[in-house]
């Protein structure tokens, strides 16, 4: 059998494009909107989600069998917050002046839509190996729209890339200025909306 | 009912499970958070008076030797005269000192002021003469990274280096954060007394100026002292 035939290859690799959770299912929008004005807080970001969602997949697959059907929603979030706090307390001892620039949206990761998503549709009915590779694959899947916005939005917003002004300073001699929107809110929007649009032309169903 | 029991005692369980975990790394991990957050502190006193710049990495000794070389920390009370830290009361205000060759180059405020979102916290620095800003620096703040965020960046910081918090006149009227640039918004005569502001952040340079000039009205006794040559 070829590997792309595999289910386990399937599990991890269809998150990442195909069904993508943000511009396949759009869930995490919110913070694919906040973090991605520089790319280097949106890699980091997309690192802490992978992280949390792997180990979220993988603790809930393996008590799958022993959670109470009628409590199942608090266990998870319980689990994910654990994950989380454990993380930003982490980060805030060893890494600290990325802790600082990540502030808030560390701890905004356990109302990521994506991670409960996950636990709930995935974790909660298949065995441990399998929700954790679900879990990282989804993680890259998210990662990978929050560089590719963050690198238009830094582009355009900024004129830089991970921090390095790559549009020279004679354009800006020559009247070119920088597009304020894209710092916005609004510049997420409509980045996330062309990737959107893009996929759906690309992968056809 | 077995039902019911079965729950209570897996959310039971793994209430404890987890809560022991968080309080062993909150417990663990304290003493180094700690260590970086009073580090952070010295390292932003420093960049305030222009001993680090802020953008090298430097190591945490070569951090606390410069700033035990340098900096030093006095109590003041509402009149702006020193106290002895034993017998501080609780009005006094804290201020650090920035001397050299026995004699004191600038002094540093700490700031805390009101953002759009949360605290404000920072230190800014006043040269001698009483009158001119050394330098401004931020630290902690829960302002929208990429907005009202910049207060923390570089760019922002340095334009507070040589601005005055008086005017012509001499009268005090502390500095202001501009609605956009100050070369556009400030007549000529008040430009010394603002700092160019943050697009899409207006109501953090709002809060922070509310929040800047509350402060520096605390310690402008002490500010006063300095123009008279009362403190060397």
């Known amino acids: ?50 992280l949390v969602l792997a180990f979220s997949n993988l603790s809930i697959s393996l008590m799958r069998k022993f959670i109470p059907r009628n409590i199942r929603i608090i266990i998870e979030l319980t689990v994910i917050a654990t994950l989380v ?15 600082k620039q990540l502030s808030i949206f560390v701890g905004l990761i356990i ?45 355009f917003g900024a004129g830089k890339f991970f921090g390095f002004q790559v549009i020279p300073d004679t354009f800006y001699a020559a009247g070119y200025e920088n597009m304020g929107l894209m710092v916005l809110a609004p510049g997420a929007f409509i980045a996330i909306g062309l990737i959107v649009w893009l996929q759906k032309t690309v992968s056809k169903e | 009912m077995s039902n019911y029991i079965k729950s209570f005692l897996f959310a039971a ?84 000192l920035f001397s050299q060759q026995g004699k004191i180059q600038a002094y540093i405020i700490p700031i805390h002021s009101r953002g759009l979102w949360g605290k404000i916290s920072g230190y ?11 330098g401004f620096t931020v630290y902690s703040h829960q302002e929208t990274p990429g907005l009202g965020g910049e207060i923390e960046k570089k760019w922002f910081q340095k334009n507070f280096q040589g601005k005055k918090i008086l005017d012509d006149q001499g009268n005090f009227v502390a500095i202001a954060i501009a609605k956009g640039s100050v070369k ?49």
């Open chain 1, 85 to 99: 706090i454990l993380t930003d307390q982490v980060l805030k001892a060893f890494l600290y002046d990325i802790s």
């Open chain 2, 184 to 232: 556009e918004r400030i007549p000529e005569s008040r430009q010394k007394n603002f700092v160019d502001g943050i697009s899409g952040a207006s109501m953090t340079g709002k809060f922070l100026s509310a929040g800047l000039k509350q402060t520096l009205t605390e310690y402008e006794p002490f500010s006063e002292r300095f123009r008279k040559n009362e403190i060397k």
């Open chain 2, 13 to 96: 369980v793994l209430s404890l499970v987890c809560g022991s975990l968080l309080t062993l790394a909150s417990t663990g991990l304290k003493e180094y958070q700690l260590e970086n957050i009073e580090l952070d502190k010295h390292k932003n006193i420093l960049k305030s008076v222009g001993l680090l710049n802020g953008e090298d990495a430097v190591s945490q000794e070569t951090v606390e030797q410069l700033y035990s070389e340098n900096i030093g920390q006095i109590w003041i009370n509402v009149d702006g005269k020193i106290v002895p830290e034993q017998r501080k009361g609780k009005n006094d205000l804290q201020v650090y």
């Open chain 1, 111 to 155: 109302t990521n839509c994506i991670i409960l998503g996950r636990a709930e549709t995935y974790a909660l009915g298949n065995p441990p190996f399998l929700s954790l590779l679900d879990g990282i694959g989804n993680g890259l899947g998210y990662s990978q729209i929050l560089i590719t916005v963050a690198v238009i939005r830094e582009f």
């Open chain 1, 1 to 50: 059998m070829k590997i792309t035939k595999t289910k386990a290859f399937n599990v991890f690799f269809k998150p990442i494009w195909e069904s993508n959770p943000i511009s396949g299912q759009i869930l995490g929008i919110c913070s694919a909107l906040a973090v991605t004005v520089q790319l280097k807080t949106a890699v980091v970001m997309g690192l802490a989600l992978t």
């Open chain 2, 124 to 134: 800014m620095a006043i040269k001698n003469d009483g009158a001119t800003i050394s």
